[in-house]
């Protein structure tokens, strides 16, 4: 039987990917998002992903969305926390609501999904937790201390729940990506991009999703079992740790 995974953010940008490549590994995929409707409706029709609606901000509401999704598909076995928002600003000019839907999101939200399914996957001695935090936890950013402390966070909660899930067959592990081509950075000046971002990367280039899916599609086969606690650097070589 296709084992089940729940991908947040899952119907656009490096989420979308990453499902689509679990879909192509057998397994039985749902996506979550929170707000682009037509995006996600196009997503199902063109890939047979179903697709499910909640704030990953929102306890609650994730608890029902996750019971929506094990009654349609069967317990979810290995969960992808990919969904995040940006609210830039610089420190002095960063607004405490800024910061709060960021952190409620980027890191709470990990909190969030994956606490509602944690007993699951400690009962049946299984699980795959992959968090997808940033190459800007790992060095920081500037105008990003909101970001930076969330994807950070996700980190830790990576390590902590590691540990605690080792005993119980649950592996726990994370991917920071770097500069990705997806639709949002594509969106960036043409001169900014190729002037300013691509010169930081060594290998001269911006990532594909594809490449952090299969950096995924790995973490959650049985062939990574004897992984858990790592984070893999997914950034062309721009940052070392």
Partial sequence: MSKVALVTGGSRGIGAAISVALKDAGYKVAAN???NDEAAAAFTKETGIPTYKWSVADYDACAEGIKKVEADLGPVEVLVNNAGITRDAMFHKMTPQQWKEVIDTNLSGVFNMTHPIWSGMRDRKFGRVIN?????????QAGQSNYSAAKAGDLGITKALAQEGARAGIT????CPGY???EMVRAIDEKVLNERIIPQIPVGRLGEPDEIARCVV?????DAGFITGSTISANGGQFFV
Avoid at 134 to 140: A, L
């Fill in 180 to 182: 990705i081509g997806t």
């Fill in 33 to 35: 998002f929170a707000g």
């Fill in 218 to 222: 790995f973490l959650a086969s049985d």
């Fill in 172 to 175: 726990v592990n994370a991917i």
């Fill in 132 to 140: 997808i935090s940033s190459i800007n936890g790992q060095k920081g």
